[in-house]
């Protein structure tokens, strides 16, 4: 059956995996919902099966233009508070408005249910978008996938330091890490997308390991065991991320625990 499915965000790195995937699935059409259409590739534009509506988080009317007539709409914003939390209530709400029956939310790393408001500021708006979309009239979805691989091995984390070789961790290198790479996180998305009865929250993992599993698992593909570089207990962690929080809370870099 034939299904027109939106994707908000559509320059973000995980709406273009997701339109990948989306795009191998014959009789899928997409909607794509951006500030400037002007950094997407001719590919894109082009393609017959994909239709753009350029506009900003707060402006109403394209929101409506752009939900009109989809399945089902995928939030990839990725960015502040004000658009994490307002700027994805305005669109569940033209969802609303145009009876689009379902809603998958935004952010899809970390187990939001799992985080008391305030323990991690960032996902705050996430919890958020849950309540609201309990009290709206459309079906809330929520595909959660522990951390990005990708985001893991990068410089954000500040866990593999490339140059020395290096893994800096805190606690006791037993705690498991539950990651999914961008493109098996976007396929799950499109399946969830595509699927008119995948409602609520949906878990999925591409692996499970702790960080003493993954030295062993990278020893031997590349020959050789990362230095490992042991930061403090998990207790220091929390400490020293609130301690952070409390001196300069407009610089998530300076306590986002990492």
Request: proline letters at 5%; glycine letters at 8%.
């Amino acid at each position: 059956m034939a299904q027109t499915i939106g994707v908000a965000g559509f320059t973000g790195k995980f709406a273009h995996c997701v339109v990948k995937s989306l795009l191998q699935k014959p009789g899928v059409s997409v909607r794509g919902f951006c500030r400037d259409p002007s950094k997407l590739p001719p590919s894109v534009t082009a393609s017959s099966r994909i239709h753009i509506v350029k506009g900003e988080f707060n402006d109403k009317d394209a929101l409506q233009s752009f939900v009109a007539g989809t399945d089902v709409v995928i939030c990839c914003y990725l960015g502040n508070a004000e658009l994490m939390s307002e700027g994805q209530k305005l669109l569940i709400d033209a969802c609303v408005a145009k009876n689009v029956p379902r809603y998958i939310a935004g952010d899809f790393s970390v187990d939001i249910t799992n985080i008391p408001y305030g323990a991690l500021p960032p996902k705050d708006p996430c919890k958020d978008i849950m309540k609201y979309l309990e009290s709206s009239d459309i079906q809330g979805v929520h595909i959660l996938i522990g951390v990005f691989m990708e985001t893991f091995w990068s410089e954000f984390m500040q866990i593999w330091d490339p140059k020395p070789k290096k893994l800096s961790y805190w606690g006791t290198g037993h705690e498991i890490w539950e990651s999914t790479t961008y493109g098996t996180a976007a396929d799950y998305t499109a399946a969830v997308a595509m699927d008119r009865t995948a409602i609520g929250i949906q878990q999925f993992l591409g692996d499970r390991k702790s960080l003493f599993e993954i030295v062993e698992i990278f020893a031997k593909v590349y020959d050789y065991k990362p230095v490992l570089h042991n930061l403090g207990s998990l207790e220091d962690l929390h400490q020293r991320m609130h301690q952070n929080l409390q001196t300069n809370p407009a610089d998530v870099m300076a306590w986002i625990p990492k």
